[in-house]
């Protein structure tokens, strides 16, 4: 079945500056990929997410690309704000009937003013 | 409008006993999922419905879980002899529909704790 690792699990930096998150998957077969935030106490959100027919996706200032040779995409926040600090997951699912998501175990981002 | 609702919000039950776990979709959605987060790990998928049926099981951990949903709509997951590894936060998402392209909304979660 499918796995997606993700990294880094924690991830600091100061207000302006730019966080990537980057996951990768193992079956070649997946061609949908959200992301979703989750804040203290609340479920998952979706930000953004890319189909494997595209290559890079940008929503102000969050984007995701994909690289489907290698098998991996990632996550980018450019000039984060105190209010990106949550918990970040990555997913991978394949069109089998159903969209069963299969999770990256998380990436902690904390925004320092 | 209404998200996905989710009751109770907390349970703290003893080894042994039964539990269920409610889950409100958005209206006129008829996929619905359940996932279960420990944590500092990832959502673990359970199983999901379409409509009242449900075709995928294999994310049940055990026998001892079960769900139900009744009239397309709400959704009952009940965990039967409870053990202290069940202790999770079990989250709930609905869609309009199960194909690729629809969004999953996810309700805040139940967090159960078994002592």
């Known amino acids: 079945g499918e796995n997606v690792e993700q990294h880094p699990s924690t991830l600091s930096v100061q207000e302006g500056d730019s966080a990537v998150i980057k996951c990768t998957y193992s079956d070649s077969a997946s061609n949908y990929f959200p992301w979703y935030k989750q804040e203290l106490g609340k479920g998952p959100q979706l930000i953004i997410d890319?189909?494997?027919?595209?290559g890079e996706k940008k929503d102000q200032r969050i984007a995701v690309t994909l690289n489907k040779t290698a098998k991996h995409f990632s996550l980018h926040i450019t000039e984060t704000q105190p209010e990106d600090s949550a918990v970040y997951f990555c997913?991978?699912?394949?069109?089998?009937?159903?969209?069963?998501?299969?999770f990256g175990t998380g990436t902690r981002l904390l925004v320092s003013p | 409008g209404a998200g996905v609702s989710q009751s109770p919000s907390n349970k703290v039950t003893e080894k042994g006993k039964d539990v269920e776990l409610r889950c409100d979709p958005i209206?006129?959605?008829?996929?619905l999922y359940w996932y279960r987060q420990s944590l500092g790990q990832g959502l673990e998928f359970l199983i999901y419905f379409q409509g009242n049926s449900a075709p995928d099981k294999s994310g049940l951990p055990s026998d001892r879980f079960s769900a139900e949903r009744t009239g397309g709509s709400v959704s009952t997951l009940t965990i039967q002899r409870t053990q202290q590894e069940d202790s999770a936060v079990y989250l709930c998402a609905s869609s309009l529909a199960l194909i690729l392209k629809e969004t999953q909304y996810f309700g805040p979660g139940t967090r159960l704790l078994v002592l």
């Open positions: 997913a991978a699912s394949m069109n089998t009937g159903f969209q069963k998501l299969v």
């Open positions: 890319i189909r494997s027919n595209v």
């Open positions: 209206s006129g959605h008829t996929a």
